[in-house]
C-alpha cells in the first residue's frame, strides 16, 4: 500500500513536471505584414536612449558664469556666451582650489558659491513667497525668540 502510494506521487510529479521540460517555443509569424527577418532585425537592436543629462549649456548661462569668472580673477576679457577651452579650464581651477569635483561641467556647490545659484523665484510654489534674507535676531520680538530659545533647549 504504502509503495503504490509513493509511485503514484513520483507518477502524478512526473506528469506534472515533464510537459514544462519537452515544450518548445513556437515562433508565430507577426500580424502586422512584417517579415520575420525584417523583425529579427529590429528585435535584436537596442533603440536609442534619449540622453538625460542637460547636453550643452545656454549661452545665456555660459555668459553669467563667464561674468562671475571674470569677477574673480579666473578669467580675462570679455564674457562671450560660448562654453569654449578657456571657460572649462576657468571653472575647473575655480573648482579645484575650492576643493570640489573638477568634471567638465559646472558643480551646484560652485555655481552657488559664484552667485549663480537656481532661482526660485518663478517655482509653482513660490507665489508670495519670500526669498530675502531672514530679519535680523534683533528685531524679533523677546517673548517670541524666547519661545524659540526653550524650543532649541527641548530638541537638543
Not at 80 to 101: E, F, I, N, P
Amino acid at each position: 500500500m504504502y509503495s503504490s502510494r509513493v509511485s503514484l506521487a513520483i507518477l502524478i510529479s512526473a506528469a506534472l513536471v515533464a510537459p514544462p521540460v519537452f515544450a518548445s517555443h513556437v515562433h508565430r509569424s507577426p500580424t502586422s505584414g512584417q517579415t520575420s527577418a525584417s523583425h529579427k532585425l529590429t528585435h535584436g537592436k537596442r533603440a536609442s536612449r534619449r540622453p538625460r543629462a542637460q547636453q550643452a549649456i545656454d549661452p545665456e548661462r555660459a555668459t553669467q558664469i563667464q561674468q562671475a569668472l571674470i569677477r574673480e580673477h579666473y578669467m580675462t576679457g570679455e564674457a562671450t556666451g560660448k562654453w569654449d577651452a578657456a571657460t572649462v579650464a576657468a571653472m575647473q581651477k575655480y573648482q579645484a582650489d575650492h576643493g570640489w569635483q573638477t568634471k567638465l561641467t559646472p558643480d551646484a556647490r560652485a555655481l552657488k558659491n559664484l552667485g549663480l545659484g537656481t532661482d526660485y523665484s518663478r517655482a509653482i510654489n513660490a507665489k508670495g513667497s519670500n526669498f530675502a534674507a531672514p530679519p535680523p535676531e534683533s528685531s524679533i520680538p523677546t517673548d517670541q525668540a524666547a519661545g524659540f530659545a526653550s524650543a532649541s533647549r527641548v530638541s537638543q
